[in-house]
DNA sequence: TGCTTTTACTAAACCGTTTTAGTAAAAGCA
DNA sequence: TGCTTTTACTAAAACGGTTTAGTAAAAGCA
């Protein structure tokens, strides 16, 4: 088959059909107070006869608004609406953005760049998630000076929410510690060159820290702790651990900087036949929805992420709005350690 | 802190400061080819200083397209987002999106009206979920002479993908018919008032549809099922299972019209201290990912989600671009049923 | 009746771009 | 040198609406 369209129905093809001008047609929908009954009448059927619907560019155009916010993502649509952690994200920020009546766009890289994604964004504001401020992919934002809120990236001069990051991963790291496990494995982000600036980059950063810190603390040598860049996704964690099986060394203790890694591990575990906690013991982070649901289930590091995306949201719609905001400049939510069963306690 | 945008900075303003028409301003950024080199420079230079950054909403109106397009969904933001069968479709649309460098827009009603929603939505075509395309919400749809195509509805003229959800619950129902069990319970979508039309609606329709089709081969009564309308979230099954033992009728077998129930299902019989499936069975439909790694793991009808996602994407590009369709104008995909531990061979 | 107010409508300006059609100056060419 | 072509730029017309300022006719009023 093919898709034809007819031409589009402009209001002065209304206007002409009913015999008035222009303005009495935009008065009709706008401000029907002003127009006499018969004519809004006669607009009205004129406009339904030629299937009259008014162009949404124009009147953005003149109102200078989409009714729409931004949630800007590093990575394809794919691979965003494969990672739980966004899910629950946009679920925070979207039930702001239903309570004000606003839509929510997420807006994704333009053939691997974020400057051509923002450049065409048609969006009153945005929540930018996991880039540093000072990447210069963001610079746009900027000079487009619209309103803008950072979620876990380094910021300084801007709008901020995050979680304690380092605290949440010092806890876990901290928990093996205290049962002088000293055999841990810790599965990392594997940053995308393109976002990376140099060591260890935002929330993976902080995470990593928090863990050196407790292994610091109890006179553990940092490097000798084996470090697996993994893609935040279960099929990677799986093939990760999946290695470390096939080569003998699968480690006393794993910490993974995301939950995913973390069902990934359990997973292939499984098949292989070893079990957490007895084989060895899985802590994640996140505390993603599915952690409580899987076998066994899933000690993590909670952070509030729904919530996260509510405050940004709120945040952004009072700059929007021009309102004073009820939060201050940065937010740091808090972080905990959940025991569940990839755990002996 | 109180937010304060500055003034827009527009084309004339950046054409005064370099001593340029606007024409020439917007050569620029359009067609360099056509200007002096000198220029350019100090266009680009006063551009800078000024903090220009052209208005997406003009040239939108200019071209007609927001190389955007939008999933309408019948619920809000918040729900949708809690709901991994819309993310896994959201997958399969994204990335079609990713591979044309196209954004994805996530409509949902706007003050309770899907209307309102499309009126205000700045996109190229819609994908429909889950509404009748004579549904009256989605007829100014046809009125903005956009294109469409629709998921999961009752559809006759227009583009339509789908999977065989009687196929798959006539599978389901029939595998506990074949073992002989009566004592069933069947957890139905709760439909909201507003979309519903009369009987069942939708795919929940298609799905009570083939239940009843096995159940009849089997000359099992219908009317003697019991059937539980349930809001689509492992909360709301959780809830349901809960009353069932609380009540001490727990049956034999239950046939769920969404995994996410079935989960609750599991969640709520692992808290009561039964397990499936040696205390009960249980089946759900959709087979979202987590179906697999919950405890005992799902036995569920599988649809092709994000396949489902990906070809209704494709089929709404082929519409974009006039190119020749090269899906029917209706498919159907195939369901399957999927053992797995929460039922018994 | 004549004056003021209200009602019903409209012309024109504007929003911020892109694009078309055109021009003057510079360059190319015999 | 005189003619044609190219280069570098611009004025003005779209795009499709909303809004302001204004007008003519009808209604209100003494």
């Given at each position: ?10 209001i ?26 018969k ?7 004129a ?29 394809g649509?794919y ?12 679920r ?18 333009v ?29 746009p ?6 309103p803008?809120i ?30 002088g ?38 006179g ?16 990677a964690g ?27 591990v ?10 957490a ?6 802590i ?32 952004l719609f ?5 309102e ?7 937010t740091?939510?808090p ?7 990839s755990?002996?306690?």
């Amino acid at each position: 088959m093919n898709y034809r369209s007819k031409k589009k129905v402009t209001i002065s093809d209304v206007a002409k059909k009913a015999g008035v001008s222009i303005t009495t047609v935009s008065f009709v929908y706008n401000r029907p107070e002003q127009v006499g009954n018969k004519t809004i009448e006669r607009v009205k059927e004129a406009a339904e006869e030629l299937g009259y619907s008014p162009n949404l560019y124009a009147k953005a155009l003149l109102s200078g608004r989409s009714n729409t916010i931004g949630v800007l993502v590093p990575q394809g649509l794919y691979s965003i609406y494969s990672n739980p952690f966004y899910t629950e994200l946009f679920r925070g920020v979207g039930q702001i953005c239903d309570e004000r009546n606003y839509g929510l766009n997420i807006i994704s890289p333009v053939e691997g760049s974020l400057e051509n994604a923002i450049n065409r964004a048609l969006v009153d504001g945005f929540i930018v998630v996991g880039i540093n401020e000072s990447h210069k992919e963001v610079a746009p934002l900027i000079k487009r000076d619209i309103p803008v809120i950072f979620i876990d990236g380094d910021v300084e001069n801007n709008y901020y929410v995050g979680s304690d990051d380092e605290e949440g991963a010092y806890l876990a790291a901290k928990y093996f510690c205290e049962k002088g496990i000293e055999d841990i494995a810790i599965f990392t982000f594997q940053t995308p060159d393109t976002y990376k600036d140099s060591g260890y980059y935002g929330v993976g950063g902080k995470r990593m820290r928090g863990f050196k810190r407790a292994l610091d603390e109890f006179g553990m040598l940092w490097d000798q702790v084996i470090k697996l860049p993994t893609h935040a996704s279960i099929q990677a964690g799986y093939k990760q651990f999946e290695k470390l099986v096939q080569e003998r060394r699968v480690p006393r203790a794993i910490l993974c900087v995301s939950d995913v890694m973390a069902i990934g591990v359990l997973q292939a575990a499984s098949d292989f036949a070893l079990e957490a906690p007895y084989d060895f013991e899985v802590i994640g982070f996140d505390d993603i929805t599915t952690a409580k649901y899987v076998y066994p289930s899933l000690s993590t590091v909670h952070q509030p992420i729904v919530e996260k995306g509510q405050i940004s949201a709120k945040v952004l719609f009072s700059m929007l709005n021009k309102e004073e905001v009820e939060f201050d400049q940065k937010t740091l939510l808090p972080t905990s350690l959940i025991h569940r069963g990839s755990t002996r306690q």
